[in-house]
């Protein structure tokens, strides 16, 4: 299982995240980009996703609500910056629950012959902010949700075969 890489610099606003997907670069950008695919891997494996709004281009709005079986659900939303590519972009992203409290996330997708090295730059407000969100668990979701990705990734290229 790949390693997941998380930067929490003490005194800066950001969070920093790397990981490693053995799947080709075009096919990770896909379930980053369908719904469909997204609602399989993005987040913690007790909660399930709705997608409601998912345009993949320059201005496009995002929404997904990650809900559990006892009926609790955790709203997101965001705008996506620049015109996504296989190569990455740019987006907003705020927790509903805590309005108000945006970041700015940068997203590159690095072609390394089969696998794709994911790198995620999200800038906060204050290191305040960006200590809530770490606070909230951030690690455990995107560690999860990468585990996820590996599975689905896995099931697809097995598909083409």
């Known amino acids: 299982m790949a390693s997941l890489n998380l930067s929490v610099p003490e005194t800066l606003p950001f969070v920093d995240i790397e990981r490693d ?3 080709p670069v075009e096919l990770v950008f896909r379930c980053f980009t369908d719904p469909e695919l997204l609602a399989q891997w ?3 494996r007790r ?7 998912y345009e993949v ?10 809900f559990d079986d006892a009926g609790n659900e955790f709203a997101f939303h965001g705008v996506f910056h620049g015109p996504p590519s296989a190569g990455g972009w740019v987006q907003t992203f705020e927790f509903e629950g805590a309005p108000g409290h945006v970041s700015m996330d940068r997203l590159t997708l690095e072609d390394l012959g089969g696998t794709t090295r994911i790198r995620t730059h999200s800038t906060f407000p204050s290191v305040e902010e960006r200590d809530a969100m770490v606070g909230a668990g951030m690690e455990m979701g995107v560690r999860e949700g990468y585990e996820r990705l590996d599975e689905l990734t896995t099931r697809l290229l097995a598909d083409k075969r």
């Open 21 to 23: 997907v053995k799947a």
């Open 42 to 44: 993005l987040g913690p």
């Open 47 to 53: 909660y399930r996703m709705r997608v409601e709004t």
């Open 57 to 66: 281009r320059d201005g496009g709005r995002w929404r997904y609500v990650h």
